[in-house]
Nanobody, 115 residues
Framework: QVQPVESGGGLVQAGGSLRLSCAAS????????MAWYRQAPGSQRELVAS???????NYAYFVKGRFTISRDNAKNTVYLQMNSLKPEDTAVYYC?????????WGQGTQVIVSS
């Protein structure tokens, strides 16, 4: 099990940037893939970006070119750099293992992008 704790969300104007962090407990962090997900009001949770233990990344089409996922295995931390934010990026952002399977979810961090 990996227990994630997300931080870094907030209120930002459209076009702005935010950097999310996820500190994950568990001694298997370095050998598993991690991902960022998000859930907007009234919508299902969706995958935003994933990163393998070796650093290979994949992005959802709606964030490609704007968001960057990275990780620091020495710190058990995953990051999401979000640039050129749009109002439709407003959501609660979560990190978790990828694929999620039965791993529990953290509280997430709220991102609000104003127009």
């Amino acid at each position: 099990q990996v227990q994630p704790v997300e931080s870094g969300g907030g209120l930002v104007q459209a076009g702005g940037s935010l950097r999310l962090s996820c500190a994950a407990s568990g001694n298997i962090f370095g050998i598993i893939s991690m991902a960022w997900y998000r859930q907007a009001p009234g919508s299902q949770r969706e995958l935003v970006a994933s990163i393998t233990s070796g650093g290979s990344t994949n992005y959802a089409y709606f964030v490609k070119g704007r968001f960057t996922i990275s990780r620091d295995n020495a710190k058990n931390t995953v990051y999401l750099q979000m640039n050129s934010l749009k109002p439709e990026d407003t959501a609660v952002y979560y990190c978790n293992v990828y694929p999620v399977g039965i791993n529990s979810w953290g509280q997430g961090t709220q991102v609000i992008v104003s127009s």
